[in-house]
Nanobody
């Protein structure tokens, strides 16, 4: 059983940056593909970014390309999402997710991920 704990959210102004972190425990971290999703009030959970077990391949939603960067430190069982140039529309709860059966290609569907954190709130004011 994998446990995921996110941190790093907060209230910021448009244009600011944040660094979201997710620490995994209870499993073999290098066996996991990791991802970030987000969910705004009244909206469905949406894919943000994903990273392969060795960090060699990443995937991003079009809405965050060039502004967000996902990375991982396998020695620390941590995946990080650097979020830059934040916009009010980035306001959401950000969730860390793990895929314990990684596929050939990184997945953007929430149903592909079987472990989830509790989420961290990011609020961007205009």
């Amino acid at each position: 059983q994998v446990q995921l704990v996110e941190s790093g959210g907060g209230l910021v102004q448009a244009g600011d940056s944040l660094r979201l972190s997710c620490v995994a425990s209870g499993g073999t971290f290098t066996a996991l593909a990791m991802a970030w999703f987000r969910q705004a009030p009244g909206k469905e959970r949406e894919f943000v970014a994903a990273i392969r077990w060795n960090g060699g391949t990443t995937k991003y939603a079009d809405s965050v390309k060039g502004r967000f960067a996902i990375s991982r430190d396998n020695a620390k069982n941590t995946v990080t999402l650097q979020v830059n140039s934040l916009k009010p529309e980035d306001t959401a709860v950000y969730y860390c997710a793990a895929d314990s059966s990684p596929k050939f290609t990184l997945q953007s569907r929430a149903t592909s991920y079987d472990y989830w954190g509790q989420g961290t709130q990011v609020t961007v004011s205009s």
